[in-house]
C-alpha cells in the first residue's frame, strides 16, 4: 500500500511539473513583441501553454563502450525544426562529461562514470534563438541518475581482528562480531547485500551469515586452554546475499582462549626431605617446596599449610607469592639433643574455587626434616638473674650463684667469669667453678642502688663458644646515715616577742631509705638547757618539730642570738642521730611581726658568704695585685725623651735609633778615593753610593764654615780647600735629601798625613782649644730650630754655674 502511494504521488507531481515547466506553446521573440503590443491597449495578456517533452535521465555507471552515449533528447514545442531553435547545456559536467547537439537536443554522456563517486548530477537547459541569441524559453533544470552496478567487493575495517573467550564456554558463547562494508548501493538491487562465513576455524567456532556474530561450536570439554590456547579464523562477507556471482571480502580473526581454574595445583612428589642446624634462629627458612599448577595467572596461586606430623609447632610454611613455592622455617628453638628428626604433613590448594566443584582441589604431601647437631655454646637456666645484697655487707659476702651447662651430648665443664666492661670498679667476682657471685669491696646503697653485671660462661674444652648473662643486684637499705636539718633556716625571734610564740618549724632529711618510711624524732640536746627558759622544741610527731619562746622580750643589745642544739633521730634499726644547730637572732619587728633591723653580727652570721664567694673574690684580689705588678714594672722602663719637643715641623724631630756606625771598618758610605786623590773633585757627577743622587746644591751653612776652618784663623791651603769643599758638598746634599739613612756614619778619609792644618775634622775639637766649659754657646741659639735643644742644653748649664 505505501508503494503504490508513492508512485501515485510520484505521478502527479511528473504530470504537474510537465504542465508548468515543461511544455511551451508556440510564439517566440514575434509573439513576445505581439504580447507586449497587446498590453499596452489594456487587452489582457494570455500566455499559451508550453512544455518539454522530457523529465529526467538514468543511465548505467561503468560505461565501457568506444563511443559517447546516447542518454536521451531535449526538445521544446518551439521548435519548428526550422533551424531557428539552438540548444544550451549548463551545470554540472556540461561540455565535459555531458553534451548536447545544438540541433537536434541529443544529450550524450562522454565517459564511464562511477556511482560511488557521483550518483547524480544537476544540469540546466534552455532554448535561444539562433539568430538574435535571446532566450526563448526560461532556463530550465533537470537530472541524470547514475544506476548502480555491483562493481565493489565487500570490505571489512581491519584486516586482522583479535578476540578472546572463556575456555570451557559452552556452545553458542559470543566470541566477537565482525562488520564490514559494500561501496555499492544498498537501496537498488541485491549488491549490497552481505552474507557471511567462516572459511577456516571449523569445527570450534562458527559466524552468523546476516549478523557476523562469531560464536563457540564445541562444548566446554573440547575449548580446553590447556591444550589449545590461540585460534585463527578466516571469515568471509559476499554481497549478492551470498549467490553466485556476488564479489567477496575477508578478514582474520586472532581468537585466544583465557584461563580459568579448572586445574588445581598438584605437588611434584608426596615426599620432601630436609636438614637444618639445631642453631637455626626462628624465622630462618630452612627449604622450599614446590607444586604445579597448569592454569596461569591469578589461577595459579597456591596456598601452604601444615595440616599434621610432630613438627607442627617447630615449623611453619608460608607462600613466596612470585614463584608459588612453599617456604619452611623455624618456628621455636631446636635442640638435637631432645629431638633429632620432624615429620610434617603439608597440602596446596587454590585460594580461588574451581570452576569444577567436583574436582579435587587439595594437593597432600609428607616432610622429613632433620636436625643437626652443633657445637653449642653453654646455656644458663635463666635468661636473667635478679639478686639483692645487703649495704655495708663484707668483701667477700656471697650475693648468689648463676648455673650453665654444656648442651651438648659431651656436656663439656663450664668456666664462670665477669665481663669486666659491666664491673669497672671491680665490685663483684664470680667463682670459676660453681658461678657463686662475691663481694670485693663494700657495697653503698646511697652511692648506687643497683649494679647491672654480666656473667660468662665458657666451656674448658672450646674457649671460642662461651654465653652471658645480665645478672641485675639490688643494693638493700641498712640504716647507717643519721637524719640532720632538711635546710639552713633563718631563724629570728623580735624583742617585743611573747611568751608560747612559734618562732620556727624545722623539718629533717636522711639519706636512708627504710621500707616503712621515714619517721624523725627531734629534742634539745643538754648543752640547749641553759637556753631553756628563752626557747622550747616541741615534736609534733609528724617527722617536724616546732620551736617556741617562753618568755616576753628578747633584748637586742644584751643578746644578739642564740644557739639551740637540737638532736634528730629516726625509728628506724639501729637506731642513728645527729646534733643540728639552730641559730636564733634577735631582731627589732614592727606591729605585724616583720622583721625590721638586726644586729651586724646576727646579720654577718646568717649572711656568711658561700666557700665559692670566698674563692671569686680570692681570684679578684689575685688579678689586682697582678695588674699593679705589672703597671710598677711598665714604669720602672725608662723612657727616653725626645730632643725635640716641639710638634710644629716634625721633619725637624731627632729620632735616637741607637744604632751605631761601623767605625773605620766602614768603608762603603764615601768614596775614599776622592780623599786620596782631590783632583777628581772636579767632576760634578761624583755621588755618594748609599744616598739617590742630588740635582741641587746650596752653599753650605756657617755653622759648617766655621767648623771646617783652620786653627788660629789661618787661610787654608789648596789641598785643605779641596777637603773643605768635599765635606761641605757631602754635608749638604745629606741635610738637604729626605732619604739620606737615619744614622751616623764615620768615614776615614786616610788623607791628612802627618802635619796637617785641619787636624781634625770635628767641629767640637777643631773650632776652639778652649776648655768647653768656658766657652760661649749662647750663638746655637741663631742657627735654627735644629740646634735649639743644643743651645738649651749648654746654655742652661752656664746660666747654672754663673748662678
Not at 567462516?198 to 556474530?213: C, D, K, L, R, W
Not at 630452612?286 to 596456598?303: H, L, Q, S
Not at 663483684?428 to 670485693?440: A, C, D, M, P, Q
Amino acid at each position: 500500500m505505501r508503494t503504490y502511494l508513492a508512485l501515485l504521488l510520484w505521478a502527479a507531481a511528473t504530470l504537474g511539473v510537465d504542465g508548468m515547466v515543461f511544455f511551451q506553446g508556440s510564439g517566440g521573440v514575434a509573439g513576445k513583441e505581439m504580447d507586449r503590443h497587446k498590453s499596452k491597449h489594456g487587452v489582457p495578456l494570455r500566455r499559451a501553454k508550453r512544455g518539454w517533452m522530457w523529465n529526467q535521465f538514468f543511465l548505467q555507471e561503468e560505461y565501457t563502450g568506444s563511443e559517447n552515449l546516447y542518454i536521451g533528447k531535449l526538445h521544446s514545442d518551439m521548435d519548428k525544426e526550422d533551424g531557428i531553435v539552438r540548444y544550451v547545456l549548463n551545470g554540472e559536467g556540461a561540455g565535459t562529461i555531458f553534451i548536447i547537439n545544438e540541433h537536434t537536443g541529443d544529450l550524450h554522456v562522454t565517459r564511464s562514470l562511477d556511482r560511488e563517486s557521483k550518483a547524480s548530477y544537476i544540469l540546466r537547459a534552455q532554448a535561444v534563438n539562433r539568430k538574435t541569441g535571446y532566450p526563448l524559453e526560461p532556463e530550465t533544470e533537470f537530472i541524470v541518475k547514475v544506476h548502480d552496478i555491483n562493481d565493489n567487493e565487500p570490505k571489512f575495517p581491519q584486516e586482522v581482528y583479535y578476540a578472546t573467550v572463556p575456555e570451557r564456554s559452552n556452545a553458542g558463547t559470543s566470541v566477537t562480531q565482525v562488520i564490514a562494508e559494500d561501496a555499492d548501493d544498498s537501496m537498488f538491487g541485491m549488491a549490497a547485500r552481505l552474507a557471511y562465513s567462516i572459511s577456516q576455524g571449523h569445527p570450534y567456532f562458527s559466524v552468523e551469515p546476516a549478523t557476523g556474530i562469531i560464536r563457540t561450536a564445541l562444548g566446554p570439554s573440547d575449548m580446553d586452554r590447556e591444550q589449545r590456547e590461540h585460534y585463527q579464523v578466516v571469515i568471509e562477507a559476499k554481497d549478492m546475499g551470498g549467490s553466485r556471482g556476488g564479489l567477496t571480502g575477508s578478514t582474520i580473526v586472532n581468537i585466544t582462549l583465557t584461563d580459568v581454574n579448572d586445574n588445581p595445583p598438584r605437588f611434584l612428589t608426596s615426599d620432601f626431605s630436609f636438614s637444618t642446624p639445631e642453631t637455626t634462629e626462628m624465622g630462618t627458612p630452612i627449604g622450599r617446596v614446590k607444586a604445579f599448577d597448569r592454569d596461569i595467572g591469578v589461577n595459579a596461586e597456591m596456598d601452604f599449610s601444615i595440616i599434621g606430623g610432630d613438627g607442627q609447632d617447630m615449623f611453619d610454611i608460608t607462600t613466596d607469592r612470585i614463584t608459588q613455592e612453599g617456604v619452611l622455617s623455624v618456628k621455636k628453638p631446636l635442640d638435637f639433643e631432645r629431638k633429632k628428626s620432624y615429620d610434617l604433613k603439608i597440602q596446596v590448594q587454590n585460594p580461588r574455587p574451581l570452576v569444577d566443584l567436583q574436582m579435587q582441589a587439595v594437593s597432600k604431601a609428607t616432610v622429613r626434616i632433620s636436625v643437626e647437631d652443633v657445637d653449642e655454646p653453654p646455656v644458663f637456666e635463666r635468661f636473667t638473674y635478679i639478686m639483692e645484697m645487703k649495704e655495708n655487707s663484707a668483701a667477700g659476702s656471697t650475693v648468689g650463684s648463676v648455673s650453665a651447662m654444656d648442651p651438648d651430648i659431651r656436656h663439656d665443664p663450664v668456666r664462670y667469669s665477669i665481663d669486666r666492661h659491666t664491673d669497672p670498679d671491680r665490685v663483684f667476682n664470680v667463682h670459676g667453678g660453681n658461678g657463686s657471685i662475691y663481694l670485693l669491696k663494700s657495697l653503698d646503697r646511697e652511692k648506687a642502688a643497683w649494679h647491672n653485671i654480666s656473667v660468662v660462661a665458657t666451656e674448658f674444652n672450646n674457649r671460642e663458644q662461651k654465653s652471658s648473662v645480665p645478672v641485675f643486684i639490688r643494693v638493700l637499705d641498712v640504716n647507717d646515715n643519721a637524719p640532720t636539718l632538711a635546710s639552713f633556716y633563718e631563724t629570728f625571734v623580735c624583742e617585743n616577742a611573747k611568751s608560747g610564740q612559734k618562732i620556727q618549724t624545722i623539718t629533717a632529711v636522711d639519706e636512708d631509705d627504710p621500707a616503712g618510711g621515714h619517721r624523725f624524732f627531734f629534742k634539745l640536746a643538754p648543752e640547749s638547757l641553759e637556753f631553756r627558759p628563752n626557747f622550747t622544741l616541741k615534736d609534733n610527731q609528724d617527722s617536724t618539730a616546732s620551736i617556741f619562746t617562753r618568755r616576753t622580750g628578747y633584748g637586742r643589745l644584751q643578746q644578739s642570738s642564740f644557739h639551740l642544739a637540737v638532736v634528730i633521730s629516726d625509728g628506724d634499726y639501729p637506731m642513728q642521730s645527729s646534733t643540728s644547730t639552730l641559730t636564733v637572732r634577735v631582731c627589732t619587728c614592727d606591729r605585724d611581726g616583720n622583721m625590721e633591723m638586726c644586729n651586724a653580727e646576727a646579720q654577718s652570721g646568717v649572711a656568711g658568704l658561700s666557700t665559692g664567694a670566698l674563692v671569686a673574690i680570692l681570684l679578684c684580689v689575685i688579678i689586682l695585685l697582678l695588674i699593679v705588678v705589672l703597671f710598677a714594672a711598665l714604669k720602672r722602663q725608662k723612657k727616653k725623651e725626645p730632643l725635640i719637643i716641639s710638634k710644629e715641623d716634625v721633619r725637624d724631630n731627632v729620632v735616637s735609633y741607637n744604632d751605631e756606625g761601623g767605625g773605620e771598618e766602614d768603608t762603603q758610605a764615601f768614596d775614599i778615593g776622592a780623599l786620596r786623590h782631590p783632583e777628581t773633585m772636579e767632576e760634578a757627577a761624583k755621588q755618594r753610593r748609599d744616598i739617590m743622587p742630588s740635582e741641587t746644591l746650596f752653599p753650605p751653612p756657617p755653622l759648617l764654615r766655621r767648623s771646617v776652618a783652620a786653627p788660629g784663623g789661618m787661610p787654608p791651603s789648596r789641598d785643605n780647600a779641596d777637603v773643605r769643599d768635599f765635606i761641605n758638598q757631602r754635608v749638604l746634599e745629606n741635610d738637604l735629601n729626605p732619604t739620606a739613612p737615619p744614622y751616623d756614619s764615620l768615614a776615614t778619609y786616610a788623607y791628612e798625613g802627618n802635619g796637617s792644618v785641619a787636624e781634625s775634622l770635628s767641629s767640637l775639637g777643631s773650632a776652639s782649644t778652649e776648655d768647653p766649659g768656658e766657652q760661649d754657646y749662647n750663638y746655637l741659639s741663631e742657627w735654627g730650630p735644629r740646634f735649639r735643644k743644643l743651645a738649651d742644653m749648654y746654655g742652661g748649664e752656664d746660666s747654672d754655674r754663673d748662678s
